[in-house]
Nanobody
Framework: VQLQASGGGLVQAGDSLRLSCTDSVRPFSSRAMGWFRQVPGKEREFVAAIRRTDMFAWYGDSMKGRFTISSENAKQVVYLQMNSLKPEDTAVYYC????????????????WGQGTLVTVSS
């Protein structure tokens, strides 16, 4: 598995959670790394992405101010820090990589990891 996501779990509204994604094949690549989320019956939603060479990041509109994406290149890990979680943040979160900077569509990312479930209770 090239991309390995972890860190999901059950939390209460208002809590924080940090997801991790490890790129085991291209750890020092200049490719963008991003997070999407998906709930049953809905399309995959863009959350955030980062360019690991200079830490340029971009976010989905509903995540700005609450979620922060970062990269620890020495550990080959990209993080998604999620604060002030809401029940509507409940979803399976996927990490992905792609070659298009600034992309927000799932089609802009060509490599996907398995999802990690985040459940936020009210």
């Amino acid at each position: 598995v090239q991309l390995q996501a972890s860190g999901g779990g059950l939390v209460q509204a208002g809590d924080s959670l940090r997801l991790s994604c490890t790129d085991s094949v291209r750890p020092f690549s200049s490719r963008a790394m991003g997070w999407f989320r998906q709930v049953p019956g809905k399309e995959r939603e863009f959350v955030a992405a980062i360019r690991r060479t200079d830490m340029f990041a971009w976010y989905g509109d509903s995540m700005k101010g609450r979620f922060t994406i970062s990269s620890e290149n020495a550990k080959q890990v990209v993080y998604l820090q999620m604060n002030s979680l809401k029940p509507e943040d409940t979803a399976v979160y996927y990490c992905a990589s792609g070659s298009r900077y600034g992309g927000r569509a799932a089609s802009d990312f060509d490599t996907w990891g398995q999802g990690t479930l985040v459940t936020v209770s009210s």
